[in-house]
């Protein structure tokens, strides 16, 4: 499709279109946080627990970076 192979779409997809995710992800309990009057310690704790999986995904991305550098 317009030249480009399925992986090429699919890597693009995937860096791109799971950041884009990730990011609304954080918007969404930032906007959570404001509108349930959470303060800072409350804000603090809705990020670290619900945006404790992003963290992990993004780490595997970077993880994954720099093992193919040394082992491949």
Do not use: C
């Amino acid at each position: 499709m317009w030249g480009y192979t399925e992986a090429e779409i699919a890597q693009f997809g995937l860096t791109f279109g799971v950041t884009a995710f990730m990011l609304y992800m954080v918007f969404i309990i930032l906007q959570l946080a404001r509108e349930s009057k959470a303060g800072r310690f409350g804000t603090f704790v809705l990020l670290l627990g619900l945006g404790f999986g992003l963290v992990g995904f993004a780490a595997k991305g970077v993880i994954k970076f720099f093992l193919s550098g040394v082992i491949g």
